[in-house]
Nanobody, 120 residues
Framework: QVQLVESGGGLVQAGGSLRLSCAASGRIVSINSMGWYRQSPGKQRELVATITSGGATNLADSVKGRFTISRDNAKNTMYLQMNSLKPEDTAVYYC??????????????WGQGTQVTVSS
């Protein structure tokens, strides 16, 4: 089994910054793509950013220039640096990862989510 644990969420004023972390643990051979998603009340979960094992990144247009995604493969950890936060960034942020297990298969996992609240 694999666990993804997010941390770093909280309450911040508009214009402020937060850094989210997602640590993967368990029976991991390797981690392929990882990503951050978010969901606010009454809305569908949406993609925020993804990063491949080689470091190629993709960010939603709404966060380009403000958010940065990165990962430390040695630590099986992914980060999301969020700057110039806006009230519309308020959401529960979820970590997602494609993990190659001991049996050679790739499974998709989600974290439990961390709340980010941006006050105006």
């Amino acid at each position: 089994q694999v666990q993804l644990v997010e941390s770093g969420g909280g309450l911040v004023q508009a214009g402020g910054s937060l850094r989210l972390s997602c640590a993967a643990s368990g029976r991991i051979v390797s981690i392929n793509s990882m990503g951050w998603y978010r969901q606010s009340p009454g809305k569908q979960r949406e993609l925020v950013a993804t990063i491949t094992s080689g470091g190629a990144t993709n960010l939603a247009d709404s966060v380009k220039g403000r958010f940065t995604i990165s990962r430390d493969n040695a630590k099986n950890t992914m980060y999301l640096q969020m700057n110039s936060l806006k009230p519309e960034d308020t959401a529960v942020y979820y970590c997602n990862a494609d993990v190659r297990s001991l049996n050679g298969h790739i499974y998709n996992y989600w974290g439990q989510g961390t709340q980010v609240t941006v006050s105006s």
